[in-house]
């Protein structure tokens, strides 16, 4: 079958017709109706599955569950799943919501599951639906499953319900604060739905004024680590929304799970110390960068962990604060918030200055970069670009930029353009190449970084130089170094006309032969 012939079928009513009668009355061999039906809907177009979809009696269909037949319950699964999915959501709650009912008390897993995942597809398209009747707590039933899948879709499916109708419906509110009295993974469930809703605030003060937060706090300080950190990861959306960190704040969660941060190394020996504070400064990163001032003032001790962390001999732990540092440094109004002298007291930084935020970190940074560690060497180096780097803006706030990541970058001993920039572009490793590369793109935008890359002209060198083992992305990153050079309005001032009319005339990188042929190199030019 051509692929544009699912558009020439028309809508076959009387065999629908057929099926349906054939499936209403007994003696029927129900598996081959059902296979003759999915075969047939299989060449439909969307539109014509629709109309297809109005003319059965998704009833019928329905009820073509009520077997032990695993193949008869595989065949019917399948069927629904391409007709529920095609209704409006109103019609098929309404109309069909005793047969969905009934198949969401099925003794069978897989129609649960199946069921539940159908139900969240029609939601996600459009969820006005009438919550009238028992479906809605039947659903609700379905996040006690001691099946995972069953408990996962319906957390899904609910997701998706209007929040405010939902948790104004007293049959519903009642489920869910039995629930809540239950164990951990079903309570970890409705928590998972209410933070969810929470994101509302209509919804919020619904969920707060019936006590259905009553157990965050106790969850948060449970002795189960795992159960904190499950419950910690669900927090971050709601605690990242102005209204949802006020609550938390409110209730004593921001406080609580604040207590949780440590920055001693001798109780990150701690395992269940180790495991869960990667996710607590996960949990603080994230509202830092949406409202740094706040947590400078109030939680200070995220960035004494942020410091502290990269001089641990732990890997795992450096890669979480080099992540967390690149997270934050992707927001320049972040960097500007914690561009203020009180790092050296908070981060107990030992040096004669009063340091900013980013000054602080970026030493320790520059240390890990041009060290031993090769496996961390590329986080640290990216972490670093992303401090120093521009952002779009107006001329003044460009200048503005421009002098603090010159301050910043100054921060950085032992030559870094050198010690951590060239010696990283030279090495055979991709990772550390690209950081390396990524880097003196970020100089190469800033006339104080086109000072420092005229020190080092090796490294338009290796910029120039064609590489056969050169990756796609170090090529594409030479071509944007070199474009950026050219474009610049200072770089002909510093680098020279003559490196300018070098890097131009090669285009985009000179063959290694005829390198050699000519013997002329931005170094040479440089001596």
Not at 14 to 38: E, F, Q
Not at 39 to 60: C, E, F, G, H, V
Not at 134 to 155: F, G, H, Q
Not at 387 to 411: A, F, H, V
Request: glycine share 4%.
């Amino acid at each position: 079958m051509s692929a544009d012939q699912p558009s020439t079928v028309e809508v076959d009513s009387d065999l629908i017709a057929l099926a349906m009668h054939k499936l209403s009355i007994d003696n029927t061999n129900v598996v081959d109706i059902l296979i003759d039906c999915n075969i047939y809907l299989s060449k439909l177009n969307r539109s014509q599955l629709l109309k297809t979809a109005n003319l059965i009696d998704l009833d019928l269909i329905f009820e073509c569950l009520n077997t032990t037949d695993q193949k008869q319950i595989d065949i019917t699964c399948l069927l629904l799943q391409k007709l529920l999915p095609i209704l409006a959501s109103k019609h098929a709650f309404n109309k069909f919501s005793v047969s969905i009912e009934r198949s969401l008390k099925h003794p069978n897993e897989t129609v649960k599951a199946t069921i539940l995942s159908e139900l969240e597809k029609i939601l996600i398209i459009n969820n006005d639906v009438d919550l009238q009747g028992d479906l809605p707590c039947t659903i609700v039933d379905c996040l006690t499953s001691t099946n995972i899948t069953v408990s996962y879709n319906a957390v899904k499916c609910l997701k998706h319900f209007p929040s405010v109708e939902t948790l104004s419906t007293p049959l519903i509110v009642t489920k869910l604060q039995s629930l809540l009295a239950m164990d951990s993974k079903i309570r970890t469930r409705v928590h998972d739905l209410l933070i969810h809703w929470a994101r509302s605030v209509d919804a919020l003060a619904l969920i707060s004024s019936k006590g259905l937060f009553s157990n965050l706090v106790k969850d948060i300080t449970y002795p189960d680590v795992m159960m904190q950190m499950v419950t910690l990861q669900m927090l971050i959306p709601l605690s990242t929304i102005e209204h949802g960190f006020d609550y938390l704040n409110s209730i004593g969660i921001i406080s609580g799970i604040y207590r949780l941060l440590s920055s001693s190394p001798n109780e990150l020996n701690d395992p269940s110390a180790a495991v869960l504070n990667p996710i607590v400064l996960e949990f603080f990163i994230k509202i830092t960068q949406i409202n740094p001032h706040l947590i400078l003032t109030n939680y200070p001790k995220v960035f004494v962990v942020l410091y502290e962390v990269l001089k641990e001999e732990d890997s795992s732990l450096i890669g979480v604060s080099l992540n967390s540092i690149t997270y934050l440094a992707s927001s320049w109004d972040c960097k500007m918030a914690l561009d203020i002298p009180t790092a050296s007291m908070t981060c107990g930084y030992e040096g004669d200055e009063e340091l900013d935020i980013w000054s602080v970190l970026i030493i320790e940074l520059s240390r890990i970069a041009s060290g031993t560690k090769t496996e961390i060497k590329p986080g640290a180096i990216q972490a670093i670009t992303k401090i120093i780097q521009l952002e779009d803006g107006e001329l003044s706030s460009r200048n503005d930029m421009i002098t603090r990541t010159q301050k910043w970058y100054k921060q950085m001993k032992n030559n870094p353009i050198k010690s951590i920039v060239h010696a990283s572009c030279a090495l055979p490793f991709l990772d550390l190449q690209q950081a390396g590369f990524e880097m003196l793109l970020a100089l190469a935008e800033q006339p104080w970084g086109q000072e420092e890359i005229k020190k080092c002209p090796a490294l338009l060198d290796l910029v120039l130089e064609n590489c056969p083992a050169d990756s796609t992305v170090i090529r594409d990153l030479k071509k944007l170094i070199i474009k950026t050079l050219l474009e610049s309005d200072t770089s002909k001032e510093i680098l020279g006309e003559d490196i300018l009319l070098l890097i131009k005339n090669d285009g985009f990188i000179k063959s290694n032969t005829s390198s050699s042929k000519s013997g002329i190199t931005v170094e040479d030019m440089a001596i």
